[in-house]
């Protein structure tokens, strides 16, 4: 363990090569401390409540605890080289929480994400009376913690409680059910922030833009698609990686409703796998390469939706 | 007889743009209203009134059965969500200014590592953290304390991201020059120049941090095993999870949802122009 946090604390404060900032005098040493000063902390912070733990799971995934000989020892950590990825990967269980969460990206994102760009271009480009109250209302869910928005939800969608179970074309807390029901909840929660990031945006599209667009004869949504969206396409494409990275982190949601319907397994998404794994069975191996898979596929993720971004605008 | 039709178009596409707004107004509020309708309903009302009726006014009943429950630990779950979401946000929001302004406007060995760390810090999802983060706490001993929860979540790189944007739009460097002829150190000049300058952007780190830990889950879920250090999102899943088997955990479980909820609302409502014109800040890079 030692070894992983040294590495991680050099790789961090790693001395540049840079030369020092041309300062004249005895103050120079000063200068040079006081930005350091200032970005302490946060790389303090940084160094032990991410990069440290990021090593220590790493370094985690790569044992497994077993009973040495008869048992009479206790038992120790044993370096297992893939064999924790490997257990995870052809877990049954793990394949499902894929899925789960696969599908359940692909409904929420697009979805999600179109309606507050649709509202925010309603906001920004149609005459609408009190645009500031639509905004902030649509807003609220935001200010919503997930455990109390899961908590309203489950109890909309309870029979005999809630109105939804008679409205819905789905059985909101059955088996097949509860994967729109999580959609419309995380929608529900995201959307209206989203909107007013779109919607701030928008406000930055120069005036003279699309004063130009009026004047050759583009209409509202001509304007909105082929002038406004291409302009904010950089705030879209952050608004995807962060939408895209809490999607496949979905945890309090599935896990409040468990409360509420035999549907939900212990587990449904990669973080109640994970979190199963660490603190209901205490496979620490087998979490830690769980929640490292995870990472992963956010970075790789991540990394796609910003590589499309750059190249579809170059 | 072109300009009826054009205006009667223009009339029909704009009662097309308010229905739009109206539905996503009422997917937005409604389940607020029942949240307050509900907390207003008797356990018996509950199940027997439309969901968006009143029933018999209960309010009153049920915030003082929610304050009486297990000798008034929903109030010491408010005092923990205000100081873990206060005091966390309030040094946080500091912690990060100062770094994004150093970022921004000051030169330093690894300047540019640093915040190619941070943006990668942005991305690392919480789940990957939390079994690390409770090991090394259970080895510092300090699992199921107030550091536990109140460290890790000071960490926000995000917020050092939007600070760098606010230094870089909003403090111009000869305004730094000067304060350095004057003779004011460094940090002196981060307090008194830069960091007023940066007071929109400052508030809206402030807010946005304090929503994230108010509303943070799984950390505490994790770390915490003594509900006197609850925060009030832990205690209300602890008690939803216990609805099946006691029905009489809905009502406190519905009031107690209604009294956490307020105050965040309230904030964003009152500090509505504050967090617009810092947002929109952060937006321009």
Request: proline residues 6%; hydrophobic residues 50%; glycine residues 8%.
């Amino acid at each position: 363990m030692t070894v992983v946090t040294d590495r991680g604390d050099s790789s961090a404060r790693r001395p540049a090569p840079s030369p020092a900032p041309r300062r004249m005098g005895g103050r120079a040493g000063r200068a040079r401390l006081a930005p350091l000063l200032l970005v302490a902390p946060f790389a303090l912070l940084l160094l032990a409540t991410v990069l440290v733990p990021i090593g220590y799971a790493l370094y985690l995934s790569l044992f497994t605890e077993r009973l040495s000989g008869l048992g009479f020892s206790g038992p120790e950590d044993v370096f297992v080289w893939l064999s924790n990825y490997g257990a995870v990967l052809s877990d049954p269980a793990f394949a499902e929480s894929v899925w789960n969460v696969a599908r359940y990206a692909l409904v929420h994102v697009p979805l999600m994400l179109g309606a507050a760009l649709v509202l925010a271009l309603l906001l920004d480009g149609a005459v609408v009376w009190l645009r500031q109250v639509w905004s902030l209302a649509v807003f609220l869910p935001y200010a919503v913690p997930g455990v109390i928005a899961g908590l309203v939800w489950a109890y909309l969608f309870s029979p005999g409680i809630g109105p939804l179970n008679d409205v819905l074309p789905w059985d909101p807390l059955g088996s097949e059910g509860v994967l729109p029901s999580i959609v419309t909840m995380a929608t529900w929660q995201w959307m209206g922030y989203n909107m007013i990031i779109f919607y701030t945006a928008l406000r930055t599209v120069p005036r003279d833009v699309l004063e130009a667009a009026r004047i050759d004869g583009a209409g509202p949504v001509r304007t909105a698609l082929s002038v406004k969206v291409p302009i904010i396409r950089p705030t879209i494409f952050v608004a995807l990686v962060f939408t895209v990275i809490g999607s496949l982190q979905l945890f309090t949601e599935p896990l409040v409703l468990r409360s509420f319907t035999g549907s939900v397994t212990s587990t449904w998404t990669p973080s109640l796998y994970v979190y199963e794994a660490a603190f209901i069975t205490n496979d620490y191996g087998r979490a830690a390469a769980a929640s490292l898979l995870l990472a992963l596929a956010c970075a790789v993720l991540s990394a796609l939706v910003m590589r499309l971004s750059t190249r579809r605008s170059g | 007889m072109n300009g009826a039709h054009r205006n009667g178009s223009r009339w029909t596409s704009r009662s097309a743009v308010h229905v739009v707004l109206v539905l996503a107004t009422l997917y937005s509020v409604l389940p607020l209203v029942w949240l307050v309708t509900s907390s207003t309903k008797s356990l018996g009302d509950f199940s027997t009134t439309g969901a968006f009726e009143l029933g018999e006014w209960n309010l009153g009943t049920n915030v003082g059965d929610l304050l009486a429950e297990e000798d008034g630990v929903f109030l010491h779950w408010a005092v923990n969500s205000l100081l873990y979401a206060g005091v966390g946000a309030l040094l946080g929001a500091l912690i990060c200014s100062a770094c994004g302004y150093a970022i921004a406007k000051l030169d330093f060995p690894g300047r540019r590592a640093l915040f190619a760390v941070t943006l990668t810090g942005v991305l690392v999802p919480t789940t990957a953290l939390a079994l690390p983060l409770y090991l090394l706490a259970s080895e510092l001993r300090i699992v199921d304390t107030f550091w536990a929860v109140f460290i890790p979540l000071l960490t926000n790189p995000f917020g050092v991201y939007l600070a760098r944007a606010y230094a870089e739009a909003a403090i111009p460097g000869e305004l730094l020059e000067a304060s350095r002829m004057d003779g004011a150190g460094e940090l002196r000049t981060f307090f008194t120049v830069a960091l007023p300058l940066m007071r929109p952007g400052v508030v809206t780190i402030l807010l946005f941090q304090f929503v994230g830990i108010w509303n943070n889950f799984f950390l505490p879920l994790v770390m915490l095993t003594d509900p006197k250090l609850f925060p009030i999102t832990l205690g209300l899943y602890q008690w939803s999870s216990r609805v099946t088997q006691f029905p009489s955990y809905t009502p406190l479980v519905i009031t107690g949802s209604l009294l956490a909820v307020v105050p965040l609302i309230v904030a964003f409502v009152v500090l509505q122009r504050q967090w617009r014109s810092g947002l929109a800040a952060g937006s321009v890079k």
